[in-house]
């Protein structure tokens, strides 16, 4: 059995994993904060450090290669990152410096899509041909994967499912577009939503959880504050599962996919934001579409963009996965 280094760079954390080529098991998973304010030399460094760990944990195993996921806009061909604003990178050929740094050959591919085609291969969306995901956090990232392939369009730009427009006039967005789904269903989109609420007299116990400091607000303090029966927390979650509704129809109209799955903190909201955010995708969508499609939470919470990234080396080098 040959074993494959996974590595998911995020904004926050880089994490790492030596993936069976089955997809049968993960071992050595290391992670550490990615801490991009140090430069970009210093995150390679970090992430070869941590396939180094990784590598020593999976001592006896055969190494093939190396997949890597990172934030985009990058170039899957050249194994180049064209920029990312959240890590701080122009033009930076993260493929080529990783594999020289191992001796091991490697690709790249967008975090989402990796995340997306790890739930694919070996968690929530395992089994059929169709799969578009979401990966809810800082931002929205999102996966299409058709016919068993992760489908990249002309530039590699395919899949930025965050930045659908959801309201034409709506809040502006980090990417300078107006009223993208990430304006309004990312974790600090959702939490800045619930802050307004607030500051305009929302009769709720939220700022107790944050002892007063609103700017300590975040989307998982909200879901607990839901959980614990809050009205507004409710109402919040609420709203979001309308919107983030929304964005799954258009998916499911655009797509006709057998699953959506959802992945990130997000999730922890659990029923209280699925519950609402099915019946909003059974109002919106097409019923035929509608009727053949499951709307998941991911299952590979922390190593899915591990396994995709590793799937990804597997299915560009030996064709199968
Ligand atoms: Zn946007």
Same mark, same amino acid.
């Given at each position: 059995?040959?074993y ?51 590598m ?5 195993r ?5 997949g ?6 990058l ?37 989402a ?57 709506? @809040?502006?967005? !980090?990417?300078?577009? /107006?009223? &993208?789904?990430?304006?309004?269903? *990312?974790? $600090?989109?959702? %939490? ?41 927390a ?23 996919p ?6 990130g903190?997000?999730?922890?909201a ?5 519950v609402?955010l ?5 109002? @919106?969508?097409? !019923?035929?579409?509608? /009727?053949? &499609?499951?709307?998941?939470?991911? *299952?590979? $919470?922390?190593? %899915? ?9 597997i ?7």
């Amino acid at each position: 059995m040959r074993y494959i280094v996974g590595i998911d760079v995020g904004g926050t954390n880089v994490v790492v994993g030596v993936v069976a080529e089955d997809g049968s098991e993960a071992v050595g998973v290391v992670s550490e904060p990615t801490l991009p304010e140090q430069g970009p030399d210093a995150v390679v460094e970090r992430i070869v450090k941590l396939a180094r760990a990784s590598m020593a944990k999976a001592k006896g195993r055969e190494i093939a290669g190396v997949g890597i996921g990172s934030p985009g806009p990058l170039d899957t061909k050249s194994g180049v990152v064209l920029l990312t604003p959240n890590l701080g990178w122009t033009n930076m050929p993260l493929r080529d410096r990783i594999a020289q740094a191992l001796d091991l050959p490697a690709t790249l591919d967008n975090d989402a899509n990796c995340a997306i085609f790890g739930e694919w291969w070996r968690g929530a969306a395992r089994g059929v041909d169709h799969v578009v995901g979401l990966t809810i956090g800082t931002g929205i990232g999102g996966g299409i994967i058709l016919g068993g392939k992760i489908y990249h369009g002309a530039s590699d730009v395919a899949g930025e499912l965050g930045h659908m427009t959801i309201n034409a006039n709506g @809040r502006r967005c !980090k990417c300078g577009n /107006d009223g &993208c789904l990430e304006a309004y269903a *990312s974790g $600090p989109a959702i %939490a800045a939503r619930a802050v307004e609420g607030i500051e305009a007299g929302a009769d709720t116990t939220l700022p107790q959880y944050v002892r007063g400091d609103l700017s300590k607000l975040t989307a998982q303090v909200i879901y607990e504050a839901a959980n614990d029966g809050d009205p507004y927390a409710l109402e919040v979650v609420r709203e979001t599962a309308v919107l983030l509704g929304a964005g799954v129809a258009n998916i499911v109209n655009i797509f006709n996919p057998q699953v959506v799955v959802i992945c990130g903190g997000v999730t922890l909201a659990g029923d209280k934001l699925f519950v609402p955010l099915i019946s909003e995708v059974k109002r @919106r969508a097409f !019923k035929p579409a509608v /009727d053949v &499609c499951r709307i998941v939470p991911g *299952s590979l $919470p922390g190593t %899915a963009g591990v396994y995709g990234a590793a799937a990804v080396f597997i299915q560009r080098t030996w064709g199968q996965v």
